[in-house]
């Protein structure tokens, strides 16, 4: 069964990078089918997706962050990766990591890890 | 980006209550509507996928419908463990996109 678990700082300096793992365990990284992203959500406030990024390295950004945000797979680790730079309290929110299946009516997110909290401080 | 409308924004109710919640896309989505519940503190649990297809493990207490712009999530009779916030989202076209919850409480 497949299980998605986020890690990194819960604390985070303003201005400075935010810097997210999720490690992958009972599915296998490196189908083509499957897409790995990132949802976050605002203390109180609804869901935000960030972007998603194929074993392939090919990603897609939300426009909203794009010239901020980062993402990357080590397959050998069965990680995957998220960094957005230049954080202001803006970004303090609830990381989750989540698997995205490629279907032929679009990109089902279908699985979820269990979301960490990140706190950017001034 | 497409803008998903939800409504309404919360509501009250009682067990056995049949409940219907709405979602309105800003163009046409075709059936890539999913819905999700979130409880305080988890993650969101994937309900109703392709607008209508109940994910695996769901009780068929709910049930999706709609096509295009204009999507509806009904439960038949709520059970004390359904009190808690329903989200859509289009996976359609990138960026994916979810409509704002809607919070159902007793």
């Known amino acids: 069964q497949l299980q998605l678990q986020e890690s990194g700082p819960g604390l985070v300096k303003a201005s400075e990078t935010l810097s997210l793992i999720c490690s992958v365990s009972?599915?296998?990284?490196?189908?083509?089918?499957?897409?790995w992203g990132w949802v976050r959500q605002p203390p109180g406030k609804g869901l935000d997706w960030i972007g998603d990024?194929?074993?392939?390295?090919?990603?897609f950004y939300n426009t909203s962050l794009q010239s901020r945000v980062t993402m990357s797979v080590d397959t050998s680790k069965n990680q995957f990766s998220l960094n957005v730079t230049s954080v202001t309290a803006a970004d303090t929110a609830v990381y989750f990591c989540?698997?995205?299946?490629?279907?032929?009516?679009?990109?089902?997110?279908?699985?979820w890890g269990q979301g960490m909290l990140v706190t950017v401080s001034s | 980006a497409i803008q998903l409308t939800q409504s309404p924004s919360s509501l009250s109710a009682s067990v056995g209550d049949r409940v219907t919640i709405t979602c309105r896309a800003s163009?046409?989505?075709?059936?890539?509507l999913a819905w999700f519940q979130q409880k305080p503190g988890r993650p969101p649990k994937l309900l109703i996928y392709?607008?209508?297809t109940l994910h695996n493990g769901v009780p068929s207490r709910f049930t999706g419908s709609g096509f295009g712009t204009d999507f509806t999530l009904t439960v038949s009779s709520l059970q004390p463990e359904d009190f808690a916030t329903y989200y859509c989202?289009?996976?359609?076209?990138?960026?994916?996109?979810f409509g704002g919850g809607t919070k159902v409480e007793i």
């Open positions: 392709d607008a209508s």
């Open positions: 163009q046409g989505i075709s059936s890539a």
């Open positions: 990024i194929h074993y392939t390295g090919t990603a």
């Open positions: 989202q289009q996976f359609l076209s990138y960026p994916l996109t």
């Open positions: 989540a698997r995205h299946l490629a279907r032929s009516s679009g990109w089902l997110v279908d699985s």
């Open positions: 009972g599915d296998s990284m490196r189908k083509t089918g499957h897409y």
